[in-house]
C-alpha cells in the first residue's frame, strides 16, 4: 500500500496519475483542492515475473479549509490519517508531495506527527512537484535536497518531478 499525501495544490492527483499511468485521479489547475476525502486507487504493476496489484491511497491535502469558503482552522491531520497508520501493514510506504517553489518547515510537523503515530515503521519518501523550469530535476536536489533532510525527509530516496 502506498500513501500519496501533501500540501492542497502539491501535485498528489498528478503524481498518481503518473503511477497509475493514466488518468484516476482529478486534477485541478488552481489552488483549489480537489480531494476531498481519502481515496483508494488500484495500479497493477510487474513484479519481477507476476503481475501484482497495489493500492494507492489520496489522502486529503493538509493545510485545508474546512469549508469552501477559505474560512475554518482547516482539517487536522490525525482525522484522516491516524486510522490508516496504525492498522497493522496498511502503508508500506508513503509519497510526501510538495511543491519544490513552495518549500518551507510544515513537513516537518508531518512527519514527527506519522512518525509518532506509526513508530518510524513507514519509509517516507519526498516528492518534489512543480520543477518543470528545472533544466535537470535533480539539480533542484543538489540545490535543496539537504533542507528537505534537515525535516525529517529524504534519508532514503526522493523524486523530482
Known amino acids: 500500500n502506498v500513501l500519496v499525501m501533501g500540501e492542497i495544490g502539491s501535485g498528489k492527483s498528478s503524481v498518481i496519475n503518473l503511477l497509475v499511468g493514466k488518468t484516476v485521479a482529478k486534477v485541478s489547475p488552481d489552488a483549489e483542492p480537489c480531494t476531498l476525502k481519502t481515496v483508494r486507487h488500484e495500479a497493477t504493476i510487474q513484479v519481477q515475473d507476476a503481475l501484482t496489484t497495489v493500492h494507492i491511497w489520496e489522502v486529503v491535502g493538509f493545510n485545508q ?71 535537470n530535476m535533480e539539480d533542484w536536489w543538489e540545490r535543496n535536497g539537504r533542507g528537505v533532510q534537515n525535516m525529517g525527509l529524504g534519508e532514503t530516496e526522493h523524486a523530482c518531478i
Not at 482547516?74 to 491516524?82: A, E, H, Q
Request: aromatic fraction near 2%; charged fraction near 25%.
Open 65 to 135: 479549509p474546512e469549508d469552501m469558503t477559505g474560512k475554518g482552522s482547516g482539517i487536522t491531520l490525525d482525522v484522516d490519517l491516524d486510522p490508516i497508520l496504525q492498522a497493522k501493514a496498511s502503508v508500506d510506504v508513503i509519497f510526501f508531495c510538495m511543491q519544490g517553489s513552495r518549500l518551507k518547515n510544515a513537513p516537518t510537523r508531518v512527519v514527527k506527527h506519522i512518525n509518532d503515530v506509526s513508530g518510524g515503521r513507514i519509509t517516507i519518501v519526498p516528492v518534489i512537484t512543480n520543477l518543470e523550469r528545472e533544466k
